[in-house]
């Protein structure tokens, strides 16, 4: 890709990024956004997906076991492309941008919180396609929560979201589900 188009690419980021943290002025966003952020830090999926192990039957089982794979192949490519691309979360980069929540790490891309959302919805879909809308809504949520607390450009977000799709669909389909 050229230069140029990598330049535009990451103007556009940023300027939607503006656009999209400006609304942790309100309060309520603000506290949303919060809890949203917190929900995807990762034990929810866990918790939710061994109450389905335990509760939902052979369908909970299956759940669970395809959440497990594709996590495990989330995961390291998640922290390859953190720790490969190294790009700093707007909160270090971008003076007077603030965010709301204390970052795990140094660095925004891809957004694992995204991913990991994205993970869950699909693989809650494909057992239970009647919470495709709740599930891929709250997906999104998470997504751009981190966005307006300003730890994550809407590209990072675009990012963790194709990774979540695509471990989820490589699980589903080698559990031929």
Known sequence: M????????G?????LFFRLSAYNRKKNIA???????????GPLYA?????MWIWAGPEGKQLFYA????????????????????RDRPCYKIVDVVSLVTPSDKFSFPSGHTAA???????????YPFLAV?????ATLVGLSRVILG???PGDIVAGMVLGLASAWAALAIMAI
């Open 2 to 9: 050229k230069a140029s188009t990598l330049a535009r690419l």
């Open 11 to 15: 103007a556009t980021d940023t300027r």
């Open 31 to 41: 506290i949303l956004s919060q809890l949203l952020s917190t929900l995807g830090n």
């Open 47 to 51: 918790i939710l997906g061994m109450a």
């Open 67 to 86: 959440g497990v794979l594709a996590y495990s192949f989330e995961l390291p490519i998640y922290y390859v492309l953190k720790n490969s691309i190294k």
């Open 117 to 127: 959302a994205f993970v869950f919805a699909t693989i809650i879909v494909a057992l």
């Open 134 to 138: 709740p599930a891929y809504v709250f």
């Open 151 to 153: 730890v994550h450009y």
